[in-house]
């Protein structure tokens, strides 16, 4: 198989287009003013001090530790009564605002334990939470 060999010249166009090309004419420019670029000047570096803060600093800095509120059984056995008697005629969200004067919680995560938790217990488990609520 025969070798290809394709010379290019010197002309072809190794930047960008968005950038204008001086035109020359041989090797000598045409324009007879040096143009000055961004690149012929280096700016000076800022330096900004920063004094060191005292006390040592954690690597997670997102919010802040707030102790946990779990629910007792007594809690969620009037969540479980509370939601059987009315989640025929009131949606969850009432279910949870209503709940909230009877349970020290706020409504998302009442309504989120409901959701995720209460709604899907046996019938087993149910019984034994209201026995352990009423010790």
């Known amino acids: 198989m025969p070798k290809i060999v394709v010379k290019v010249s010197r002309s072809a166009h190794t930047r960008s287009k968005s950038q204008k090309e001086p ?3 041989g ?3 045409t324009s007879p003013q ?6 012929d000047v280096t ?8 004094e060191a803060q005292s ?17 007792t059984v007594q809690e969620d056995h009037t969540i479980i009564q ?3 008697q009315h989640q025929d005629n009131q949606t969850m969200l009432q279910i949870a605002e209503s709940l909230t004067k009877k349970v020290k ?3 998302e995560s009442i309504r989120d334990r409901i959701r995720k938790v209460l709604t899907r217990l046996r019938h087993v488990d149910e019984t034994l939470i209201a026995e352990e609520a009423k010790v």
């Open 23 to 25: 035109k020359v004419e």
């Open 27 to 29: 090797d000598i420019e």
């Open 34 to 39: 040096k143009k000055s670029s961004s690149r």
């Open 43 to 50: 700016p000076a570096k800022k330096s900004i001090k920063i």
């Open 55 to 71: 006390g040592t600093r954690s690597k997670n800095r997102g919010t802040k530790p707030v102790e946990k509120k779990y629910f």
């Open 82 to 84: 509370y939601y059987k």
């Open 105 to 107: 919680h706020s409504e």
